[in-house]
């Protein structure tokens, strides 16, 4: 149901994005992706947000920086060229990004615009809310990185989720986190793993993800 569009940069980058919803929805929310790319998993999150909870979404293709286009397997090889990928762009460079979705939904008339991130996007969704001003509320699933940066203040409410049984986030890391930031929503999901919230994975968790969901959908509807 959705669309791809072109967006630009502050920096003139063009990049592409997934749109999906009705421009006239009352809430909007841009979607990050994982270090997988813009796959089918997070268009179809984008779809659902739209079709089910009236939101207008955008979801930025970040890879566009390094390599257009790249959308990469569930797989072992997925991640460690995800993860090379990753390493050309700077943190900045990703911000602008998002933030040039925000902006694109706020030529709508959406005043106030959300984030939400998984995995990598889960990272960028934190630096959005403690490096930026442009949203209004920020949900990051089993963002790996935060904690290296949790000591950041939000400038907006911020909701993370983790899974328990996550071996590519530490205990020690959602613990760092919680020191840090006594006043952000922290939930974890004991017997579930890194990227539990996408069916395409083997970690996927029903139960953690219908859980996560709809926190993240209340911890919106009270904040955008």
């Not at 997934?18 to 779809?47: M, R, W």
């Not at 953690?208 to 919106?220: I, P, V």
Request: aromatic share 8%.
């Amino acid at each position: 149901m959705g669309r791809m569009i072109s967006l630009t940069a502050a920096d003139t980058h063009h990049f592409a994005a997934y749109e999906a919803g009705n421009p006239d929805s009352k809430h909007a929310v841009v979607i990050v992706q994982e270090i997988f790319g813009l796959t089918d998993h997070i268009k179809s999150v984008c779809d659902e947000l739209a079709s089910h909870h009236g939101y207008h979404v955008i979801a930025p293709a970040l890879f566009d920086r390094a390599e257009r286009d790249a959308v990469l397997p569930y797989d072992q090889a997925g991640m460690q060229k995800g993860l090379a990928l990753r390493a050309k762009i700077e943190p900045e460079d990703l911000l602008a990004d998002v933030t040039a979705c925000a902006h694109a939904l706020n030529k709508h008339g959406h005043e106030k615009v959300g984030i939400q991130g998984f995995c990598w996007g889960g990272f960028v969704a934190w630096i959005a809310a403690t490096r930026t001003r442009e949203f209004a509320a920020s949900v990051a699933w089993y963002g790996g990185g935060i904690a290296q940066v949790s000591h950041e203040k939000p400038h907006c409410p911020v909701q993370l989720h983790f899974g328990g049984e996550d071996d590519h986030i530490p205990h020690t890391d959602v613990q760092k986190i919680r020191a840090d930031q006594p006043d952000v929503e922290i939930y974890v999901y004991d017997d579930a793993g890194h990227g539990f919230g996408c069916p395409d994975r083997p970690s996927f968790n029903q139960a953690a993800r219908d859980l996560a969901h709809e926190r993240t959908m209340a911890f919106f509807k009270s904040h955008l």
